[in-house]
């Protein structure tokens, strides 16, 4: 099983691929089990909204999450900079 932290290098930053080309913000593998019937509907919703399945569960979380914190007050994390290059 993969365990990915906020650490995890390469985590929500650029990544240089071939030819000079970037690829910004890249987000760690997330595996979500859910029914073909639900996942069928999310990408009925996603077309409807012009996003990727991806980008409308994205969406979805961020807004459930967001009327959480309006209820029950702000999420702390705390994130851990293991970056010595930034003395900040």
């Not at 969406?59 to 010595?84: A, F, L, P, V």
Request: aromatic share 12%; proline share 3%; hydrophobic share 25%.
């Amino acid at each position: 099983m993969n365990s990915y932290n906020l650490n995890t290098p390469g985590y929500n930053s650029d990544i240089k691929l071939e030819r000079g080309v970037y690829m910004g913000n890249y987000y760690p593998p997330f595996s979500l089990r859910i029914s073909e019937e639900l996942i069928d509907k999310i990408k009925v919703i996603a077309s409807k909204n012009k996003r990727s399945a991806n980008k409308e569960l994205e969406y979805i979380i961020e807004k459930y999450i967001n009327e959480y914190e309006d209820t029950n007050g702000k999420i702390e994390i705390n994130y851990i900079n293991n970056d010595s290059t930034n003395q900040n």
